[in-house]
């Protein structure tokens, strides 16, 4: 059974920088295309960035575009989010997601499109 884990979350002042990472477990890393998603208080769950199992295809929301950026690592199964000028419109629990991808350059955009799902860490951008 896939099991996913965040970490990196914490509290940042706006134009500030996090660094997130999905650890999977369980199943081969190098056969899941993997995404982070967030979800702000009273909001609905929105997509972030994806990766392809390759690593080598991203896709990003346009509103984090230029300042996020999503890798992934088969040596530590890891995949991160690195964030750079946060600001407080980026508070949100972000979850880590994975699916089995046939095709190693697919990437997956939408929350319907995943299997797997990490518990979410709190990300907060103070003012």
């Known amino acids: 059974q896939v099991q996913l884990v965040e970490s990196g979350g914490g509290l940042v002042q706006a134009g500030g920088s996090l660094r997130l990472s999905c650890t999977l477990s369980?199943?081969?890393?190098?056969?899941?295309?993997m995404g982070w998603f967030r979800q702000a208080p009273g909001k609905e769950r929105e997509f972030v960035a994806a990766?392809?199992?390759?690593?080598?295809?991203?896709h990003y929301a346009d509103s984090v575009k230029g300042r996020f950026t999503i890798s992934r690592n088969a040596a530590e199964n890891t995949m991160h989010l690195q964030m750079y000028k946060l600001t407080p419109e980026d508070t949100a629990v972000y979850s880590c997601?994975?699916?089995?991808?046939?095709?190693?350059?697919?990437?997956?955009?939408?929350?319907?499109?995943?299997?797997?799902w990490g518990q979410g860490t709190q990300v907060t951008v103070s003012s």
């Open positions: 990766i392809s199992r390759s690593g080598d295809f991203t």
């Open positions: 997601a994975a699916r089995v991808s046939r095709r190693s350059h697919d990437y997956y955009s939408t929350e319907t499109s995943y299997e797997y």
């Open positions: 369980g199943r081969t890393f190098s056969a899941y295309a």
